[in-house]
């Protein structure tokens, strides 16, 4: 089992951000409801920003070059968590698309986006620099808002 890099968990984080704008463009072309469509739209545009954050992360360790590595436990945990979820991956994710037809499964499958993110992004924090934390937070911060905004909705759209 190899050893996970602190730039290896933020490029994973780079990744769960270009999925979440796919996802949330893919939502906006399927579901009918103008007020959904927005929603997607927006959280969208939210994921991108979160990505670009992760970028600049990723950049800064690049030029630090810090050599932090968790080796172990720890690093086999996170790489079959990153395995096994398919948030991760572009294939599972495509194959997952397949069952979102209408706005209601796309509600669903967002909202389970968004908490494993949440998750993930918990997961992280302790193993990248301290210094990017309060930015780790902010995601964090940013995605519950994010999932309760999408609970509410779908109760709307539910009733």
Excluded: C, W
Excluded at 36 to 58: D, G, R, S, T, V
């Amino acid at each position: 089992m190899g050893v996970f890099a602190a730039s290896d968990i933020v490029e994973v984080a780079i990744r769960i951000e270009e999925n979440g704008v796919n996802f949330y463009k893919f939502a906006e072309q399927i579901t009918k409801q103008q007020e959904a469509k927005e929603l997607f739209a927006h959280l969208a545009q939210e994921e991108i920003k979160h990505k670009k954050i992760f970028e600049n992360m990723f950049a800064k360790m690049e030029k630090a070059n810090t050599p932090e590595s968790y080796e172990g436990e720890y690093s086999a945990y996170l790489r079959s968590y990153v395995d096994n979820n398919i948030i991760f991956t572009k294939e599972a994710m495509d194959k997952e698309l397949t069952k979102v037809t209408d706005t209601i499964a796309a509600f669903d499958f967002a909202i389970r986006r968004e908490l494993d993110s949440i998750l993930y992004y918990h997961e992280i924090k302790q193993l990248v620099p301290s210094a990017q934390h309060n930015a780790i937070e902010q995601i964090i911060k940013e995605e519950r808002k994010h999932y309760s905004i999408l609970t509410e909705m779908k109760k709307r759209f539910t009733k």
